[in-house]
């Protein structure tokens, strides 16, 4: 397994579905500084979700594309919050990236993060700087890219994306909230890091973890 | 605070399930949903369906006001967090009775987003959907900027109105103008005076230290416009009836509906205590009450505190208002 197929996006998202679980609580208490203290329960059920969903598919024979599509519904119907429908699009962009495909290359892995990056700011329209979970998938997208032009291998493309999305995460303390509900404080939700990108950091962090123990085993 | 629960990941469940059962003369589960509350007598045929739905935690808002003359489905979210789009959906679809479906309800980032699909999805059922956004929070936004205010109890007057509306068998057009014209005559104002907590979190998102309030609390606990030391109730009515009539320039003489809203944790005696000086002041600025309403309407689980909401009543409002409804929250 050197691409981005099921087997690939089951293992992902079992991984994301455990930190996110283990980051509950930490989670719903950064959003309780700024915001309504729901984000840890949405993220971690949503993943749960997706992880249950998946759990009867036959790897075989479901293209990723399939199983994006399946992870984005299972988003959809059980997670409210704006993160049920931001990484319900996130999912379903992803999903889109591989058409037909039976895989993406693990060369390919910042096409994967911008997608997902897209299908979040297409539905949130956000922008870059409005301290939101796009800021932490943006940075992330640029430095895989960045990464990939200079010929890094996938494991250093994943990390590299993956401390761009925590550098940006601790950034987003220094941004003036302008969307969601964290935007109703303003100048208050100076200090404070958007829930939503310190997730977002996590899930980017699993996913380095993800490639890197696949680049270990590689033969 | 010690408090009733067994799991808490089962609190909504659990709350919806006995809400159900003690009002099961006025409303049913939507047996495609556990998480939609549905009026018995919905989907009425030919009458505009009213949808709304919020997270939990408001009790008895939202599912309080399914029911006759009122809402017709409710969309069920987790605490304090919007329900999915597929909840929405399923009671824009329980709503239906073929003539169109008003969803009424508050002006939060992640109830906007699951609306905006949900209506999405509804148009490919073929049924036509048409939304009012409640932006009755006073101290969330400037007056310049009031698209960007928060909805709170003023949502309950906007469902009343647009639920009486739609049962006098106007069109999806009117409804959602009377429903629009609703909120936009609503005015309000919270005050915290003790903070909430997420029972699966286990301690409070925020505090206020004693002898403290904040002025222009949110209903979910989002921080007020300011931190000021504890005056006496006079003093916080007055307040309050100065935040909303200020921004809401009324000429003398109009009617008005009062209504004086705990956030969960503070006595209903202290409410009557408020609305006594509240009352006055109103009075006192030449505008006069038709109607009050005083109890826990709109609540955020066990906040300490208060809403106040004032809504300017013409002709076509008060009629509407005054039609009797039957639901579990009035």
Known sequence: MQAIDTPFLLLFFRAVARRLEENREALCGLDGEIGDGDHGTSMANGFAAVVSTLRDIDAAKEPP?????????????????????LYASALLQASRAFDDRPDLSLSELSTF??????????????????????????????????????????????????????????ATATMIASRGRAALLKERSLGHQDPGAVSAAIILRTLSDVVSDLAEQAP | MQRFFNNPDDIVDE???????????????????????????????????????????????FIGYAGRNMVDAVAVGELFSSPTAKSFLDAIRAADGGAGVAVLYGNYAGDNMNVK????????????????????????????????????????????????????????????????????????????????????????????EPGRMEVGIGHHGEPGTRLEILKSANE?????VRIVLDDHDLPAGREVAVLVSGLGATPINELYVLY????????????????????????SLE???????????????KRLLDVETACAGF
């Open chain 1, 65 to 85: 594309s399939a199983v994006l599509r399946k992870a984005s519904v299972a988003f959809l119907s059980d997670v409210g919050a704006t993160v049920g429908p």
């Open chain 1, 113 to 170: 993060i911008l997608a997902l990056a897209d299908g979040i700011a297409v539905r949130g329209k956000a922008q870059a700087g409005d301290k939101t979970m796009l800021d932490a998938w943006l940075a992330a997208a640029h430095a895989a890219r960045a990464q990939e032009a200079l010929g890094a291998r996938p494991g250093h493309v994943a990390l590299k994306a993956a401390e761009a999305a925590e550098a940006e995460a601790r």
């Open chain 2, 15 to 61: 709350t919806v399930a006995g809400f159900v059962k003690a009002h099961r003369d006025l409303v049913r589960i939507d047996p495609s949903n556990p998480r939609v509350v549905v009026a018995r007598n919905a989907p009425v045929k030919g009458k505009v369906g009213i949808v709304t739905g919020g997270g939990s935690g408001h009790e008895p808002a």
């Open chain 2, 117 to 208: 699909m949900a209506r999405k999805m509804a148009a490919r059922d073929g049924i036509d959907v048409a939304t009012v956004v409640a932006n009755d929070d006073v101290c969330s936004a400037p007056l310049a900027e009031r698209e960007k205010r928060r909805g709170v109890a003023g949502e309950i007057f906007m469902w009343k109105i647009g639920g009486a509306k739609a049962a006098e068998g106007a069109s999806l057009d009117e409804v959602i103008a009377t429903a629009q014209k609703a909120i936009d005559g609503c005015r309000s104002v919270g005050v915290g005076l003790g903070p909430c907590t997420l029972p699966a979190v286990g301690h409070p998102n925020f505090q206020i």
């Open chain 2, 236 to 240: 916080v009515a007055d307040d309050m």
């Open chain 2, 276 to 299: 006594d000086r509240i009352e006055s002041q109103i009075v006192a600025r030449g505008l006069t009450v038709h109607r009050a309403y005083v109890g826990n309407y709109f609540t």
């Open chain 2, 303 to 317: 906040m300490v505190g208060a809403t106040l909401t004032v809504l300017a009543l013409d002709g076509d409002l």
